[in-house]
């Protein structure tokens, strides 16, 4: 059985930033253990079920997982490790630099976390207000160090583009800031006003870049990374090359994960399935719910083509005969030449790759070349 990927959703925050939509709430102590011991008896359950089944990679995402604490976070991974092996494993731990994380970056490099992501967002004091973010630059610099000085030479910061009020310049900064961090990885994700937000509510009088600006803010920061030693390896993440999130490259790989936590998403033995948005329901023991998507089955050629397509690698011919056993099909190899000329896709014998251009329209683009009539649109 291939090793999978473990995901831990761990679901508390000290409060709410203005843009998020992920799945948080504040967990009192109590809480906090009783939803780690439901994590322990998840694992353990699957470890029953797949006596022979290992795992390569952990992540414990949020939420802000650092706030449930050394003692915790330690014994989730004790019990992950028995059941699951974790040899050579990347172990991730997402962080927000908001107080010291020193000594517990110390504590649980010693339980074997090897890979640190911090929630950056902007080094722009006005742009971290307006983000509702409640820490400084400087603080994320200093958990970039502690991280270093733990031993954890693998740290990545999630960046924000097109931020109320951001410029050319202070985006321009703030990845200077970053590359003189040191950081081995980077996520520079657009900002989307999604509707269970506060920002959705603010959404008239919020001063967004438009969708132009948006576009050129993400294209100099392509730019600038690549320039500072950091390679796009996904619409929005850059590494040195070596340090891609070995975890991350199995969701756009169609390889198996098992999510734990409320609103954890698993992809496992061909099917797809959540936990709801509810701490309540799985600290109660709900079942996860099948994922339904009639259009595009889970595992087809389709999934694996918009996932692959993600990546600056993209489809390749040698990747789709090694998971469906023939190549790229000649329909979505005709459809990527029509938009060639146009500058969002790179065709070749080895396979299709979207350019930065591609990335910019990339939901319309897969629509495209994956479900199109072959009449094609304009969408340069
Ligand atoms: S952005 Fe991060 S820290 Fe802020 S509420 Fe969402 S999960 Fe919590």
């Given at each position: 059985?291939?090793?999978?990927?473990?995901?831990?959703h761990?679901?508390f925050?000290?409060?709410?930033?203005?843009?998020?939509?992920?799945?948080?709430?504040?967990?009192?102590?109590?809480?906090m253990?009783e939803?780690?011991?439901?994590i322990?008896?998840e694992?353990k359950?699957?470890?029953?079920?797949?006596?022979?089944?290992?795992?390569?990679?952990?992540?414990?995402?949020?939420?802000t997982?650092s706030?449930?604490?050394?003692r915790?976070l330690?014994?989730?991974?004790?019990?992950a490790?028995?059941?699951?092996?974790?040899?050579?494993?990347?172990?991730?731990?997402?962080?927000?630099?908001?107080?010291?994380?020193?000594?517990?970056?110390?504590?649980?490099?010693?339980?074997?976390?090897n890979?640190?992501?911090?929630?950056?967002?902007?080094a722009?004091?006005?742009e971290?207000?307006?983000?509702?973010?409640?820490?400084?630059?400087?603080?994320a610099?200093?958990a970039?160090?502690?991280?270093?000085?733990?031993?954890?030479?693998?740290?990545?910061?999630?960046?924000?583009?097109a931020?109320?009020?951001?410029?050319r310049?202070?985006?321009r900064?703030?990845?200077?800031?970053?590359?003189?961090?040191?950081?081995?990885?980077?996520?520079?994700?657009?900002?989307?006003?999604?509707?269970?937000?506060?920002?959705?509510?603010?959404?008239?009088t919020?001063?967004l870049?438009?969708?132009?600006e948006?576009?050129r803010?993400?294209e100099?920061?392509?730019?600038?990374l690549?320039?500072?030693g950091?390679r796009?390896?996904?619409?929005?993440?850059?590494?040195?090359?070596g340090?891609?999130?070995?975890?991350?490259l199995k969701y756009w790989?169609?390889?198996?994960?098992?999510?734990?936590?409320?609103?954890?998403?698993?992809?496992f033995l061909?099917?797809?399935?959540?936990r709801?948005?509810?701490?309540?329901?799985?600290?109660n023991?709900?079942?996860p719910?099948p994922?339904?998507?009639e259009?595009?089955?889970?595992?087809?050629?389709?999934e694996?083509?918009?996932?692959?397509?993600?990546?600056?690698?993209?489809?390749?011919?040698?990747?789709?005969?090694?998971?469906?056993?023939?190549?790229?099909?000649?329909?979505?190899?005709?459809?990527a030449?029509?938009?060639?000329?146009?500058?969002?896709?790179?065709?070749?014998?080895a396979?299709?790759?979207?350019?930065?251009?591609?990335f910019l329209?990339?939901?319309a683009?897969?629509?495209?070349?994956?479900?199109?009539?072959?009449?094609?649109?304009?969408?340069?």
């Open positions: 059985m291939e090793p999978v990927g473990l995901y831990i761990v679901p925050c000290d409060g709410k930033c203005p843009y998020c939509d992920f799945f948080s709430l504040r967990g009192s102590e109590k809480t253990d939803y780690t011991e439901c322990v008896r694992l359950k699957y470890k029953k079920e797949y006596p022979a089944l290992q795992a390569d990679t952990l992540y414990f995402g949020g939420g997982p706030l449930l604490g050394a915790r330690c014994r989730i991974l004790t019990v490790k028995e059941a699951f092996g974790l040899e050579n494993a990347e172990i991730t731990l997402e962080a927000n630099p908001d107080k010291s994380l020193k000594e517990l970056f110390g504590q649980v490099r010693q339980a074997g976390v890979r640190i992501s911090l929630g950056l967002q902007s722009d004091e006005r971290l207000h307006t983000l509702g973010r409640q820490h400084t630059a400087q603080q610099a200093q970039v160090a502690d991280a270093r000085d733990a031993g954890i030479a693998k740290v990545s910061l999630d960046l924000m583009l931020v109320p009020g951001q410029t310049q202070s985006l900064n703030s990845i200077r800031f970053c590359l003189e961090a040191g950081v081995t990885h980077l996520s520079a994700y657009l900002l989307r006003v999604e509707e269970r937000t506060a920002f959705w509510q603010q959404r008239q919020l001063c870049p438009d969708e132009e948006s576009a803010l993400y100099s920061a392509c730019a600038q690549e320039a500072g950091l796009q390896y996904e619409i929005s993440n850059f590494a040195v090359p340090c891609e999130s070995r975890h991350n790989n169609l390889q198996p994960y098992l999510g734990f936590g409320p609103a954890a998403h698993s992809y061909g099917r797809r399935f959540y709801t948005r509810s701490l309540r329901a799985f600290l023991g709900e079942e719910l994922e339904t998507d259009e595009i089955p889970a595992g087809s050629f389709t694996y083509a918009m996932l692959r397509l993600r990546l600056t690698e993209g489809l390749t011919e040698a990747g789709c005969r090694a998971c469906f056993g023939s190549g790229i099909p000649e329909e979505v190899r005709r459809a030449r029509r938009y060639e000329a146009a500058g969002l896709t790179r065709t070749g014998p396979g299709i790759q979207l350019t930065t251009q591609g329209v990339s939901s683009l897969l629509a495209e070349l994956l479900f199109s009539d072959g009449n094609g649109q304009e969408l340069a």
